[in-house]
Nanobody
């Protein structure tokens, strides 16, 4: 399994970015995917889950500002981030579980982070003026 994130960069407050995660080696059209972020010295934070049927589930911290989507034919996961603030500065990762099927909102909870076993290398997002 390989997950490769891209699309990060430097953006001004209030700006937008779209991250991509190209997946290979898994049954992308049958598996849920997720976006996480992490700031050095802090815990990882789950942001959004994309079910294989394109149903989306969001953490409260990004609900209404971030939108996850996927292209099952191209095996790419996206994260559209709008109205960015300096607090969104972090390394952003996509992740996948070991098995196909639905994940549900419980996968956003910290106690279930260990169910995400495949990770990309991350893409840095910096929000600064």
């Amino acid at each position: 399994v390989q997950l490769v994130e891209s699309g990060g960069g430097l953006v001004q407050p209030g700006g937008s970015l779209r991250l991509s995660c190209a997946a290979s080696g898994l049954k992308f059209s049958e598996i849920c995917m997720a976006w996480f972020r992490q700031v050095p010295g802090k815990e990882r934070e789950a942001l959004a889950v994309s079910e294989y049927d394109s149903t989306s589930i969001y953490a409260a911290s990004v609900q209404g500002r971030f939108a996850v989507s996927r292209d099952n034919a191209k095996e790419i996961l996206y994260l559209q981030m709008d109205n960015l603030t300096p607090d969104d500065t972090a390394m952003y990762y996509c992740a996948a579980p070991p098995n196909i099927g639905l994940c549900g909102p419980s996968r956003l909870r910290e106690e279930n982070y260990d169910r995400w076993v495949h990770w990309g290398q991350g893409t840095q997002v910096t929000v600064s003026s």
